[in-house]
């Protein structure tokens, strides 16, 4: 794991990637952003942002980072907000200093932002299903490791579609 990037990509997401209520960002939603941005990223560059694991889990790709989060936390680089008890959300992470940027190289600014700003108002749930629906997740058994190659069956961009020029008419 790259331990710079993953910590400001928490610290990131923590600050950019939530609304108020029940689309803030939590250990769950945390988890499907950094696989988008993580396969995304490995799509086109054929490197992840942060070098994390993934394995299939009934919850969607999940990143094995439960262990770092808790170390970010105790350094007091992040808080791990319980709801309140008249609330019934979920915890929340929140970012207790700014995120470095400049550990990242351009692309990867541009996709933690666009990232940030697709699924700002989502739910972890809505990110699960997504995650859920795409072949890397689907191409593995429960509890394998995800490889980062099988980014290249997501066809975000599209470069796999056919053109109308090369279908028959």
Excluded at 6 to 28: C, E, H, I, M, P
Excluded at 47 to 53: D, F, P, Q, R
Excluded at 63 to 87: C, G, H, V
Excluded at 123 to 134: G, T, V, Y
Aim: charged share 30%; net charge positive; no cysteine.
């Amino acid at each position: 794991m790259n331990k710079e990037k993953f910590k400001n990509a928490v610290l990131y997401f923590a600050q950019n990637a939530g609304d108020v209520g029940w689309s803030t960002v939590g250990k769950k939603k945390l988890a499907k952003l950094f696989y988008f941005l993580d396969f995304t990223v490995y799509e086109l560059k054929q490197k992840s942002v942060s070098n994390i694991v993934y394995k299939k889990e009934n919850f969607g790709p999940m990143p094995l980072f439960y262990q770092s989060l808790i170390e970010l936390k105790k350094q007091a680089i992040i808080d791990i907000k319980k709801p309140d008890k008249n609330w019934l959300g979920l915890e929340r992470i929140v970012a207790k200093q700014e995120p470095d940027l400049n550990v990242f190289d351009e692309n990867e600014k541009l996709y933690l932002k666009q990232i940030s700003e697709k699924y700002r108002s989502a739910s972890a749930a809505e990110l699960e299903r997504i995650a859920k629906s795409e072949p890397p997740y689907k191409m593995v058994k429960y509890g394998e490791e995800i490889p980062y190659y099988l980014a290249f069956y997501r066809n975000t961009f599209g470069e796999m579609d056919l053109n109308d020029k090369n279908t028959d008419s």
